[in-house]
């Protein structure tokens, strides 16, 4: 028996992991990942499918553990290459359905699971096992293969009060380690934080506060999956009086998805539509909106900047950004504040007010979950290798053996035998870009030539030559674009003249005419000239024109 | 008199202020800020100088509070400019003197300050103040103008066990504080925060416990002009017997001026040039460097990447990275403690070790000095609006009234006249862009290009074209940069060639030779392909080649 990691090792992110005997392939989860600062114009980044292309044949299955999407956002993609059954829980499967219809995926496999249900797929026995997390409806996953048993935490925090449904069942954590458990792999995200993390119960304190104080506006900016934060906003407002006005794409969607599976409590005599929440009064309304992460085109961003359609936020409304800001987000989320707060409204965020808590465990949760487990090994999976690093000196203060606790990385698969683990060879892993609907296959040269074009710019040549001769007709014209100053750019540019005339006047002279060897010249000439005048390294990009 | 705010305000960074009466204008501070993501390219940001050159008889000198960036490197540009006396302390002027020769001013009238000095500066009467900050000789500025008394903090905290120097001059504040001050400038970056920073000192005992398991290397990263932190580890290594390897261009800068103007007690004896750190056993030697905010270049991401000249970094070693990172530079200081771990090296960062105390006062501070001060005015600088506010908020609990709470943007001036402010018209502010040495005036318009080129690509068309007729010469060539998909890009760039042939034979029986209006056409009808086809509005380059 295998595990394969595809994603969210070494990262936070696209996770996708997948376990295989020869009975079959099981990929657990299948997430994406945003694109960071060196993806310019990148939608969205998927886990690469190489090593199941490769496998085709044997995957028998996609279990799904929760719906948010780094752990489901990359399964349109997947399941337009492999057709397989999806378990999920109800949320996670509803979040799913409207996805994979927006990719034209009609009629997916997709079977609802509940916790504690155990089912059979692709030889492999499986279990799951409720946890708490920032969405409703989130799973563990035991399989029974045949080398032994093994468990996947999901993403998971210990909430024992939690705002709906049952605490995570540690019972069954605890039946299951004394079955024997072979190898855990467990949520990593918060490792590095000491303590415990309190009860999403807390958020309810702090939204009660406001209501109870507010007369204006109240608005409330959190993650649109985030369900929980959503019905304690839902349950503050019945409990004051106030209808609930909702705004943003996704809120409106997981909204209505949460409302129509039984996940939402909310009349539609509270529900108002955003065209027709300036009809009510400031006092008698709470706004859900997107934008907790500062991302330029979301609702809130939209209304700090005063370019919402219909809504405005001023002097006496209180906004509330409930949510921490994912490392990389810090700006926009800074700036959506600080223009919040020049229109005159209250904002509040963390961590000056307690108006967020993490839906990922902790230490001393990580611990009690070791505890009840007693896993063989450990693999610390989703998270950067800090955090792994961390969960793993955790373990080891558990008293787990050192070398039983495995860092991998994305495409180090461990074999399991004989109640022992080794690593096997690398497989392919990385990531594939997705760009306006297309997936790259040669991102890191893209990146790299869209990198170069908006830091150093780009020098254009044109140059007309005689076909027979190679001989230059006229000054050839240059162009560049993304070139800071304009004056000095314009000396350049009779420079850059002067300097492909030249090496045209030289490559005539020894009759050149391949052109590839006339092209290498001009860049190489010209890329000399712009080092030494303006010490950039424009893309440059020789035209010739025969005539 | 008038303050006239050009830089710092609603922003962290490039701080400078104007200061004006009948008798001439005193600069407070010309600093810089570092470009963020939407600045490709950039290297650095300078503040608008357009008001100064409106004015430019009346300049009679900058005042330097102390020699960070953000407060003295605007000065090598704003000195070819404007041929003034600088005030500033030792160190600053120490610091600031390489930086005006590197940048070809071989003679700037600089001139040497100490705390409790009293100067004459076109009219004003200056006086400076000792205030604690993260680097050495850093002073507030008082004042006395025809309008009345007004105190700049400068960046300050209240050190009252300082690691070197003395105290914040307290007494002196209260001494003004009698004497009436009309109103404060003061700094705003920690004003979000609660209670009281630490001493500087409380890094030591970290130091020292490090210094004392120690077996390997120690290498600290923290800020070249963080002299204090600096000689925290020099001390340190004093204590524990080690040398001092020193590596990265400005630390090594920094430690020697340091070092020679007497703020630093580093012994020859005791110090290691970076090409002879191996020489020294692992156990024998800590390393200062630089690279504690992850920049892509400096000396310990390369040493993290394995691509250090002569660094190295492993098993046994503890790296402590002795700083926060500044907003925006998460992920890279992420990136470069995740590489120094999986290279076996012990990390230690904040906030899990306590490796850094801040340099700027948190809220109690800022009450200790209001309620010194006593101020009848204050205006909240260095800081975004959302730390402006919480100044303004932290004066209103001590009693300021509200309306004595002005809380500005760069470029709204304030006049004082007859103990009472009164706002003016907003004169010019903004940014202007270093790129390789050029300062750009059309910084707005190559940043939208830069961003367009990188994250929707550029599509290049060349038309060879009879210049009587108008008629096109065979198929127009079709070039893109930036695309992602090669293969959607092929059939992309065929069907853009017939296309931009279509357009061109439609402008050709009309008889066009008009090339603007040619290109017109050439780049609406493709973008009009491109945006269907791809969703990507590229820049498109036509190119019309006359033959």
Redesign the interface.
């Known amino acids: 028996m295998q595990v394969i990691p595809l994603g969210g090792l070494?990262e936070i992110g696209k996770n996708m992991t997948a376990v295989r005997q020869e009975s079959g392939i099981v990929l657990i989860d299948a997430g994406m990942s945003f694109p960071?600062?060196e993806m310019?114009?990148i939608d969205l980044v998927l886990p690469d499918f190489s090593y199941l292309r490769e496998h085709r044949d044997e995957l028998k299955g996609i279990v799904l553990t929760h719906g948010h999407e780094d752990h489901v956002g990359a399964l349109p993609y997947l399941l337009r290459e492999f057709n397989v059954p999806v378990y999920g829980t109800k949320l996670t499967l509803g979040l799913v359905r409207p996805k994979l219809a927006e990719h034209g995926i009609k009629k997916g496999d997709l079977r609802e699971i509940k916790a504690g249900d155990r089912q059979k797929l692709g030889g492999f026995g499986m279990e799951f096992i409720n946890v708490n997390h920032s969405i409703p409806d989130a799973v563990a996953v035991a399989l029974r293969t045949n080398a032994g048993l093994i468990v996947f935490s999901g993403d998971y925090k210990i909430d024992l009060t939690p705002i709906e449904g049952e605490p995570m069942d540690l019972n069954r954590y605890a039946a299951l380690g004394q079955e024997g458990v072979l190898a855990y792999f467990g949520d990593s995200t918060n490792s590095?934080r000491p303590g415990f993390v309190p009860s999403e119960r807390v958020v309810n304190e702090t939204f009660n506060q406001v209501f109870e104080r507010a007369t204006g506006r109240i608005i409330v900016a959190s993650f649109a999956s985030h369900i929980h934060r959503v019905n304690q906003v839902v349950e503050a407002a019945k409990a004051h009086g106030r209808l609930v006005g909702v705004t943003g794409r996704s809120m409106i969607r997981n909204v209505q998805i949460a409302r129509e599976l039984g996940y939402m409590d909310l009349p539609q005599s509270m529900y108002v539509d955003q065209r027709d929440i300036n009809k009510v009064p400031d006092s008698d309304i709470v706004i859900l909106t997107t934008g907790s992460q500062g991302e330029p085109m979301a609702a809130l961003s939209r209304i700090a900047a005063g370019q919402h359609r219909t809504i405005e936020a001023g002097a006496g409304d209180i906004v509330i950004v409930s949510a921490h800001p994912i490392?990389?987000n810090?700006?926009g989320v800074?700036r959506t504040?600080?223009?919040l707060?020049?229109r005159g409204a209250e904002?509040l965020y963390t961590p000056?007010s307690r108006v967020h808590v993490s839906g990922h465990a902790a230490q001393e949760e990580q611990k009690i979950v070791l505890s009840l487990l007693k896993p063989k090994y450990l693999v610390p999976v989703h998270g950067?290798?800090?955090m792994q690093?961390h969960h793993k000196d955790t373990a080891i203060s558990m008293g787990i053996p050192e070398e039983n606790i495995l860092i991998l990385e994305n495409g180090e698969p461990v074999e399991f035998e004989g109640g022992e683990a080794r690593r096997l060879e690398t497989v392919s892993s990385g990531m594939f870009?997705v760009?306006?609907?297309?997936?790259?296959?040669?991102s890191d040269a893209?990146m790299r030539?869209?990198?170069q074009?908006?830091?150093?710019?780009?020098f254009?040549v044109?140059a007309?030559i005689n076909s027979k001769s190679g001989e230059l007709l006229g000054p050839p014209?240059v162009?560049s674009?993304?070139?800071?100053?304009?004056q000095?750019q314009n000396g350049l540019v009779d420079e850059s003249v002067a300097t492909v005339t030249k090496t045209l006047e030289r490559t005539a002279q020894r009759h050149v005419t391949d052109w590839s060897e006339l092209k290498k010249a001009i860049r190489k000439d010209l890329a000399g000239l712009l080092s030494e005048k303006?010490?950039?390294r424009p893309?440059i990009?020789p035209?010739i024109?025969e005539?």
């Open positions: 070494g960071d600062e310019p114009g590095e490392p990389g810090e700006r800074s504040i600080n223009s707060m020049k904002v000056l950067e290798y800090r690093k870009l760009d306006a609907g297309s997936v790259a296959d040669n893209i030539e869209r990198q074009l908006s830091e150093e710019g780009m254009i044109v007309r014209d162009i674009r993304g070139f800071v100053d304009p000095a303006t010490r950039k893309i990009l035209l024109v005539v």
